[in-house]
Structures are given as structure tokens and as C-alpha cells.
């Protein structure tokens, strides 16, 4: 079996993101390590050339700035990566996302043992999505809780966007995979980074979106009600990158009103806890 892993990043160092963490966990798992490297403003090429593990491949790229279409500009990015995937499995991880490395020997043995069994298409991760600080979880509807993150590299599949697949079971229209948990987590810090580094990813993300957005000044702005303690332990990877680069503490507006989208929320999540259901949004089809 060989695990391949993947993803893109462009101005890692100037927004913040801890994706030299991330890709140290991928090299940890995979067998090759495939990274589009985008032409950026800052040293994120040359940190990553100076790790020197033969699993890693940087592949240089530059990004369409007139493409901005609903982020497809990282869909693009994330395919020029998965296409240079050579394994029997395919990992997909953000800059800003990391697997624990107590977790790696049971993925090791899940993608094993799943090798043979055709049917499974992708394997599905639960989250993490750390808010504000490393001490605080976000959990609602309006934020995935799962998401495939390993495909099959056999199927034919593309990325409308960077988070989810599509599997193009015919010419002109695709399905979501078909997956099975793996019961493990997947922790992402992108809303931990410092305020300032936050700021500047809105900026110039948004821009791949068409819209521009206003200043991002504190974590502040959110429903307390979506924001629950983080019990477990950190990936020691982390440990430098939360000390020096992210938020210590979250100090939330008492004065912040709800808008419609997190009333809508809240509503929602009130219904899960009445009836057990998940009305999250879900990019598989959960095999059982």
C-alpha cells in the first residue's frame, strides 16, 4: 500500500498559517508528500525548501488572480497537487490542519484495511476547529463537523472548490464519495492565528470570492453558544506554533448581536439535541 498526501499554500508565513506543521504531519503518514507551492510574497518556498525529507515534492505554481468564481482558484491549486499523487490513497490536508500523531498508526491500519474493499471511495475525518484560542472549539451546524479527506486515487474525481470531492461516475455529472469514518480527528487552527496575520488572509482571500470584505479586528464577534472547552491534548508538532503565533485568549463582545445565520443556527442546534440529528452540511454519501 502506498499513502500519498497533498495540499497547496501560497503566503503561508505573511497569513499565518502553521503549514509547516501540516506538512510535517503528512510526511509523518504518507509515502510522498506533494505540495503547489503558489509564487508568494514571502520566504513560504524557501522555508519549505529546507525540509529535506525525499517523501516531499514542491511543485512552484502561479495562481489565475482574474479567477474569482466562488474560490475556485483553490480548487485549482488542490487538483495540481492530487494530480501528482501516485498512491493508492490520496490525503488531502489545508495549511492550516494537522493530524495528531498519536492517531497515525490506527490510520495506517484503517487504510489498510479498507485497501480491498472497493466499495469505500473516501474515509471521513472528524474536526476540530479551534476558535479564538487553542483552549476554545467551535460546534454548529455552521461548522463542518466531518469531511472526507482521503480518496481512493483510482477514481475519477475533481475538486469544485478546496474542501470537498466529487466523483465523475459520468461524463457530465458527479456524486459525492462514498465513505466510512475513521472515527479520528483532524485539527484546524486557521482561526487561532494572530489577529493581524487573520486580517490579512480575509484580505486577500476574499478577493478570490469577489468581494471585499471589512477589517477583521478580534475573534470577539460570535455566538458563545457554538463555543465549548477543548478537553484532549494538542499535536506536539503545535506546541511552538501556538505559543508564538497564535491567540492566548479569547475575549468575546458582550455587547455582539446575533446575525441571521447564527439565530438560523442556534435553532438548529437546539433541533439536534431534541432528535440526535446532524444538520451539518455532508460532502459523502456515509457507508455503513
Given at each position: 500500500m502506498?499513502?500519498s498526501?497533498?495540499?497547496f499554500i501560497r503566503?503561508?508565513?505573511l497569513?499565518?498559517?502553521?503549514y509547516?506543521e501540516s506538512v510535517h504531519?503528512?510526511l509523518?503518514?504518507?509515502d510522498?508528500?506533494i505540495v503547489?507551492?503558489?509564487?508568494?510574497q514571502?520566504?513560504?518556498?524557501e522555508?519549505?525548501?529546507?525540509?529535506?525529507?525525499?517523501?516531499?515534492?514542491?511543485?512552484?505554481?502561479?495562481?489565475?488572480e482574474?479567477?474569482?468564481?466562488r474560490?475556485?482558484?483553490?480548487?485549482?491549486?488542490?487538483m495540481i497537487?492530487?494530480?501528482n499523487?501516485?498512491?493508492?490513497?490520496?490525503?488531502?490536508?489545508?495549511?492550516d490542519e494537522?493530524?495528531?500523531e498519536?492517531?497515525i498508526?490506527h490510520?495506517?491500519?484503517?487504510?489498510?484495511?479498507?485497501?480491498?474493499?472497493?466499495?469505500?471511495?473516501?474515509?471521513?475525518?472528524d474536526?476540530?476547529?479551534?476558535?479564538g484560542?487553542?483552549?476554545w472549539?467551535?460546534?454548529?451546524p455552521g461548522?463542518?463537523?466531518?469531511?472526507p479527506?482521503?480518496i481512493?486515487n483510482?477514481l475519477?474525481?475533481?475538486?469544485?472548490?478546496?474542501l470537498?470531492f466529487?466523483v465523475?461516475?459520468?461524463?457530465?455529472?458527479?456524486?459525492?464519495?462514498?465513505?466510512?469514518?475513521?472515527?479520528?480527528?483532524?485539527?484546524?487552527?486557521g482561526?487561532?492565528?494572530?489577529?493581524?496575520n487573520?486580517?490579512?488572509?480575509?484580505?486577500?482571500v476574499?478577493k478570490?470570492?469577489?468581494?471585499t470584505p471589512?477589517?477583521f479586528?478580534h475573534y470577539?464577534?460570535i455566538d458563545?453558544?457554538?463555543?465549548f472547552p477543548?478537553?484532549?491534548?494538542?499535536?506536539?508538532?503545535?506546541?511552538?506554533?501556538?505559543?508564538?503565533?497564535?491567540?492566548s485568549?479569547?475575549?468575546?463582545?458582550?455587547?455582539?448581536?446575533l446575525?441571521?445565520?447564527?439565530?438560523?443556527h442556534?435553532?438548529m442546534?437546539?433541533?439536534?439535541?431534541l432528535?440526535g440529528?446532524d444538520?451539518?452540511?455532508?460532502?459523502?454519501?456515509l457507508?455503513?
Open positions: 502506498k499513502i498526501g497533498f495540499t503566503n503561508g508565513t497569513l499565518g498559517y502553521p509547516l504531519s503528512l509523518s503518514l504518507c510522498e508528500v503547489a507551492v503558489g509564487r508568494s514571502d520566504d513560504t518556498l522555508r519549505l525548501q529546507t525540509l529535506t525529507d525525499p517523501k516531499l515534492t514542491l511543485i512552484p505554481t502561479t495562481w489565475n482574474t479567477m474569482k468564481d474560490g475556485y482558484v483553490y480548487a485549482q491549486q488542490k497537487a492530487q494530480f499523487c501516485t498512491g493508492d490513497w490520496a490525503m488531502y490536508l489545508e495549511g494537522v493530524l495528531h498519536q492517531d498508526p490510520l495506517k491500519k484503517c487504510l489498510q484495511l479498507q485497501l480491498p474493499a472497493t466499495q469505500v471511495e473516501a474515509l471521513i475525518f474536526y476540530h476547529h479551534f476558535y484560542s487553542p483552549q472549539l467551535a460546534k454548529s461548522w463542518y463537523r466531518r469531511a479527506r482521503i481512493r483510482t475519477r474525481n475533481y475538486s469544485p472548490d478546496g470537498f466529487v465523475m461516475n459520468k461524463n457530465k455529472r458527479g456524486r459525492y464519495p462514498k465513505a466510512k469514518l475513521t472515527g479520528l480527528p483532524i485539527y484546524h487552527y482561526h487561532v492565528r494572530k489577529i493581524a487573520m486580517n490579512l488572509k480575509i484580505q486577500q476574499s478570490y470570492w469577489g468581494h471589512p477589517q479586528t470577539g464577534n458563545p453558544k457554538i463555543l477543548f478537553q484532549g491534548s494538542h499535536p506536539a508538532i503545535m506546541q511552538n506554533w501556538l505559543l508564538n503565533h497564535a491567540e485568549d479569547l475575549y468575546l463582545n458582550p455587547n455582539y448581536t446575525n441571521a445565520r447564527e439565530r438560523r442556534r435553532w442546534m437546539k433541533l439536534e439535541h432528535t440529528w444538520l451539518s452540511k455532508k460532502h459523502y454519501s457507508l455503513k
